[in-house]
């Protein structure tokens, strides 16, 4: 049995505030519809698609864990984090990423995702790159998107150890481990 | 005995065209005026100051001489270079460059400068970075000049290493050996 569309508009709200995550797909079964009225219903009701619910509820919860650098200044779009354990991030490749004459990556690009990564990881209010071991072990190409994963290795007072591996697809494209160097205060001269 | 203002900047004119890098003092000197007239000649000479000639120069020398990559692909600005011998680029630090919190230098940054004085030093088409280590000694503020001097220390048919040492001032900041993957041909696939 069908419900009316303002039963059905109404329901689709409440659904979608309880999990932002749910499909178009989920909701059209749910409702008996085509997930072409589930379009339209969103469009309505000015709710965005999927993709940007995730990068929103993922941005306000991200932008609150974070303790090493406002969110904004993360390269590449962080998808999960644990600090000082691990996180996820994403990086589209576009034209002002790449070398003109051959379209691939350049590495500082891949770099500042995984650096900026290792940044954010650390549970502390300062978070400085102290050295970096570095592997480009395939070139990226424009278009492509790399997924960075990094991890906690080892950790003392004053010091993190974070791997970062960046993949496209299943490909590892990038490693680094990166010595962090932290604390809860300003640094003075030194490092 | 001075000469006349059209005969000083006719002379003027050669004098400079014959040596860019000659400087307001000196002209001063030679044709036996204050700095001030040889800046008001230059002026409506339209012949621009010194830093701005040498910039130009360099831009033109170089622009031939670099063979990896277009030289406005260099972050920072060439100021001399021998292929598979040495570089130096210099890079001033921004705004959009630093940590918003601490104004210091983001990491990425001098990695760049550095990495695209690697790639710029080739003596080949294709120069590639397979792996890097980077030691980041002191943090670089805000408003700071970065010297980045590179040196070519390992060569052989397929792989040039590369020692960057960037300085502020007399103090050394950043140090990163670079291991470059070279061709004369576009890679495929594997780098």
Same mark, same amino acid.
């Given at each position: 049995?069908?419900?009316?569309?303002?039963?059905?508009?109404?329901?689709?709200?409440? +659904?979608?505030?309880?999990?932002?995550?749910? +499909?178009? %797909?989920?909701?059209?079964?749910?409702?008996? *519809?085509?997930?072409?009225?589930?379009?339209?219903?969103?469009?309505?009701?000015?709710?965005?698609? @999927?993709?940007?619910?995730?990068?929103?509820? =993922?941005?306000?919860?991200? !932008?609150? !864990? *974070?303790?090493?650098?406002?969110?904004?200044?993360?390269? #590449? &779009?962080?998808? %999960?984090?644990? @600090? %000082?354990?691990?996180?996820?991030?994403?990086? %589209?490749?576009?034209?002002?990423?790449?070398?003109?004459?051959?379209?691939? +990556?350049?590495?500082?690009?891949?770099? =500042?995702?995984?650096?900026?990564?290792?940044?954010?990881?650390i549970?502390d209010e300062l978070a400085l790159t102290a050295s970096a071991?570095?592997?480009?072990?395939?070139?990226?190409?424009? #278009? &492509?998107?790399?997924?960075?994963?990094?991890?906690?290795?080892?950790?003392d007072d004053r010091r993190t150890?974070?791997?970062?591996?960046?993949? *496209? #697809?299943?490909?590892? *494209?990038?490693? #680094?481990?990166?010595d962090m160097y932290r604390s809860t205060t300003q640094v003075e001269g030194g490092i």
């Amino acid at each position: 049995m069908k419900i009316s569309k303002k039963e059905r508009q109404d329901k689709l709200q409440l +659904t979608i505030a309880d999990n932002p995550f749910v +499909t178009d %797909d989920d909701l059209a079964k749910r409702f008996n *519809v085509s997930v072409q009225t589930i379009r339209l219903d969103r469009m309505e009701l000015s709710i965005p698609e @999927l993709r940007e619910r995730i990068k929103n509820v =993922a941005e306000q919860t991200f !932008e609150d !864990e *974070v303790r090493s650098l406002p969110i904004g200044e993360v390269i #590449g &779009e962080i998808i %999960d984090i644990e @600090l %000082d354990e691990n996180a996820i991030s994403i990086f %589209d490749v576009k034209e002002e990423h790449v070398f003109q004459r051959n379209q691939i +990556t350049r590495g500082h690009h891949l770099f =500042a995702q995984a650096n900026s990564l290792a940044v954010a990881l650390i549970d502390d209010e300062l978070a400085l790159t102290a050295s970096a071991q570095l592997h480009f072990n395939k070139p990226v190409q424009i #278009g &492509e998107r790399v997924i960075a994963k990094a991890k906690v290795r080892r950790k003392d007072d004053r010091r993190t150890t974070v791997e970062v591996r960046s993949y *496209v #697809g299943q490909m590892l *494209v990038f490693r #680094g481990e990166f010595d962090m160097y932290r604390s809860t205060t300003q640094v003075e001269g030194g490092i």
